[in-house]
């Protein structure tokens, strides 16, 4: 199935027959929350425009015509097409947009925007677990994210780097979507180029009118030729400039083109900018697979009658964010009636982990010898970023969104990043209630079992994963679920305020 990603601004050419019946754009969480619209236009034909917010999706009846897509929102949209097929991720796309937002714990542990009885539970049952892990795996609640559901490790370091490039929310849980995640290179791409570089004043001064046009055109993210940012710059100013302006200010930025933000910015764009290249971290799947292979395990026990839910000691406090279900398939109301079922009467998780391994990654801010990695360009720099974080003025920023306060303030989108990954190979778990199930329920109880089931939400036969689920003579339930060595899940993040990272 076809998906395109348009970030804000960009458009997507549609040729003759390309999109054959429906084309559904959903929009993502990556970029800013405010309002935006998406467009369709076929050729020769009326411009058709749809609102469009964070975690839905609408719909352009495109039937073969050729024209563009284009992106008006400021977060990025996916563009899914193929018949039936593509709805019908769209829809589950959306589904799990709705669900992600909720933030249902809260009124005993906070408060939040769904106050149903079965997500407070949910929300009680989390943050048991959460504490469960941090005991039985020895992890520090001061940085620990848990990641919710089923969230397989994959093959690829690209892959690898798409989770340690997504900024964890406010909330000792989240369920991973990199399409609705905040995405931290994004993010420094966008701080970068709203610096102004230091002692710049004697080349605006130079470029006089044409400076605009030279940020315009470095926002398109041009190719770097081999004389790097300054041969870029000459080679354009020829072009745009008299003569006379052009070599005095390719004179006046010699003596900036050194500094930190032109480097910066030379780099970011060595790496395909905003719009393309693949944005590397400086550690590879290869490597964590040896690391996981030489790991130890681990062992987490949960009784929910006497576990505590207090999670005001770890980095996030109170919030509780993510998946507020026992089960992992289609919410029903008569999931929710099991829900309450097993909770009511007390829930027991027994887990168990082959192997467990704690892997650092950060961005790549410099070449490589490692035979993957060389293959990457870094276009990081911590100096830059630096920079942005200790000077907040219209010195160090330009008057243009993003502010020092949209990215560094109180619900600035770079507050954090995730520094390391814990995962986890070779998972048996067994889950018993009290609850009695009748007949009719015990059917149900198979059927949404068998579709994936707390913590980890895998459906049986997928990623390795089985559930066998039995009941005794008086209708309490037994799950053994488990996912066979060789299917490593990510079971949370570490997290690291983004002091931490301008280290790297």
């Not at 999109?19 to 405010?34: E, K």
């Not at 081999?226 to 008299?242: D, T, V």
């Not at 829900?339 to 982990?353: N, P, Q, V």
């Not at 994936?452 to 939400?457: H, L, R």
Request: proline share 5%; hydrophobic share 40%; net charge negative.
């Amino acid at each position: 199935m076809p998906v395109q990603n348009l970030q804000p601004g960009n458009v997507m050419n549609v040729a003759a027959n390309q999109i054959q019946g429906t084309a559904h754009v959903y929009r993502t969480g990556q970029g800013y929350n405010g309002a935006g619209n998406v467009g369709w236009q076929p050729n020769g034909a009326a411009l058709q425009v749809q609102a469009i917010n964070v975690g839905q999706t609408v719909n352009f009846a495109v039937n073969g015509q050729a024209g563009m897509i284009a992106n008006g929102a400021p977060s990025m949209v996916q563009v899914l097409w193929d018949n039936g097929a593509a709805l019908e991720h769209a829809r589950v796309l959306e589904n799990q947009a709705s669900r992600v937002l909720r933030r249902g714990a809260a009124t005993a542990l906070g408060a939040g925007d769904d106050n149903s009885e079965a997500a407070q539970a949910m929300a009680t049952l989390t943050a048991q677990w959460y504490n469960a892990i941090i005991t039985g795996c020895h992890l520090d609640p001061a940085t620990f994210q848990l990641v919710q559901g089923n969230s397989p490790l994959g093959s690829t370091s690209e892959a690898l780097w798409n989770i340690f490039d997504a900024v964890p929310p406010l909330s000792i849980s989240n369920l991973y979507n990199p399409s609705q995640g905040n995405v931290f290179s994004t993010d420094y791409g966008a701080v970068i180029a709203n610096l102004n570089p230091q002692n710049a004043g004697s080349f605006q001064t130079a470029m006089g009118d044409y400076y605009g046009q030279w940020v315009s055109y470095l926002n398109t993210n041009p190719a770097i030729p081999q004389g790097g940012i300054l041969a870029l710059f000459q080679n354009w100013s020829a072009l745009h400039m008299p003569p006379d302006q052009a070599q005095a200010a390719y004179t006046a930025y010699q003596q900036v083109s050194q500094g930190v933000v032109p480097v910066a910015m030379q780099m970011w764009l060595a790496a395909g900018g905003g719009t393309g290249g693949t944005k590397a971290y400086n550690a590879t799947i290869d490597q964590l697979q040896s690391a996981l292979a030489a790991a130890p395990g681990a062992s987490v026990t949960l009784n929910s009658a006497s576990a505590s839910s207090d999670i005001s000691h770890t980095w996030a406090k109170a919030e509780v964010g993510g998946w507020f279900d026992i089960f992992g398939g289609a919410a029903q109301s008569e999931y929710e009636q099991l829900t309450m079922s097993l909770i009511d009467a007390g829930l027991t998780i027994e887990a168990s982990f082959t192997r467990l391994v704690t892997f650092t990654a950060g961005p790549l801010a410099r070449p490589s010898t490692d035979p993957i990695l060389s293959q990457y360009q870094p276009w990081y720099s911590s100096a830059a970023l630096n920079l942005a974080y200790q000077n907040n003025n219209n010195v160090v920023w330009k008057h243009t969104p993003p502010t020092w306060d949209n990215t560094f303030g109180a619900n600035g989108n770079m507050l954090r990043t995730a520094s390391a990954l814990v995962v986890v190979d070779g998972i048996q778990i067994k889950t018993t209630s009290n609850a009695s199930f009748d007949a009719a329920s015990q059917t149900s109880f198979k059927a949404a079992a068998e579709a994936g089931i707390v913590p980890f939400f895998e459906a049986s036969g997928s990623g390795g994963w089985t559930h066998d689920v039995s009941f005794d003579s008086s209708g309490k339930v037994t799950v053994n679920s488990s996912s066979s060595t060789g299917n490593p899940n990510i079971l949370g993040v570490i997290v690291t305020p983004i002091g931490g990272v301008m280290l790297t």
